[in-house]
T-cell receptor, first 116, second 112 residues
Framework: DTEVTQTPKHLVMGMTNKKSLKCEQHMGHRAMYWYKQKAKKPPELMFVYSYEKLSINESVPSRFSPECPNSSLLNLHLHALQPEDSALYLC???????????????FGDGTRLSIL | DAKTTQPNSMESNEEEPVHLPCNHSTISGTDYIHWYRQLPSQGPEYVIHGLTSNVNNRMASLAIAEDRKSSTLILHRATLRDAAVYYCISNAGGTSYGKLTFGQGTILTVHP
């Protein structure tokens, strides 16, 4: 069982819909991440939050809007997505520290998103 | 972040040791070496990480070359559950966030 919980596990939406992905962790981690993984490809970083503030946006289109309302929760708001956005969306969390590069990330099992 | 190079695939027999190599020839002095694995239909799972010295944990061992340009993940006794994609990642250690740049990884097949 993973300590990072992502809901829903599966989501099918039309291109005009608005939906949100949710990620929750109760490990006291203050860094949270969104990754996108296409089929048979490695995960790609989208966003990083550190202490509830956006630290990295990897040039992600504005139709993806992240939100970190508190230290345990991370949302990804979706609007006007394209069929090529169909993928597995992974959330992760980690400790924050001077040597954050040395902190392991804990991943959820992802939300599998299909855009019709 | 330093680029890493791994073999596309490797095979092993159950209960035998597995040595998964990784080259990271452009690694800098503050870059950590991380290993994650991803089982089918699951998110990546942290395996082990290190900076300069060899590391051991309950899952595996990490052997880091003296010049740090390569490393090897060692699974001491492979089980069928170890069949997964193994990612070797080198990321910056001095920043305030842990940006992981995944490479293509090694697909490990374990035969009974």
């Amino acid at each position: 069982d993973t300590e990072v919980t992502q809901t829903p596990k599966h989501l099918v939406m039309g291109m005009t819909n608005k939906k949100s992905l949710k990620c929750e962790q109760h490990m006291g981690h203050r860094a949270m991440y969104w990754y996108k993984q296409k089929a048979k490809k490695p995960p790609e970083l989208m966003f990083v939050y550190s202490y509830e503030k956006l630290s990295i946006n990897e040039s992600v289109p504005s139709r993806f809007s992240p939100e970190c309302p508190n230290s345990s929760l991370l949302n990804l708001h979706l609007h006007a997505l394209q069929p090529e956005d169909s993928a597995l969306y992974l959330c992760a969390s980690s400790q924050v520290g001077r040597a954050l590069g040395g902190q392991p990330q804990h991943f959820g099992d992802g939300t599998r998103l299909s855009i019709l | 972040d330093a680029k890493t190079t791994q073999p596309n695939s490797m095979e092993s027999n159950e209960e035998e040791p597995v040595h998964l190599p990784c080259n990271h020839s452009t690694i800098s002095g503050t870059d950590y070496i991380h290993w994650y694995r991803q089982l089918p239909s699951q998110g990546p799972e942290y395996v082990i990480h290190g900076l300069t010295s060899n590391v051991n944990n309950r899952m595996a061992s990490l052997a880091i070359a003296e010049d740090r340009k390569s490393s090897t993940l060692i699974l001491h006794r492979a089980t069928l559950r170890d069949a997964a994609v193994y990612y070797c990642i080198s990321n910056a250690g001095g920043t305030s966030y842990g940006k992981l740049t995944f490479g293509q990884g090694t697909i490990l097949t374990v035969h009974p």
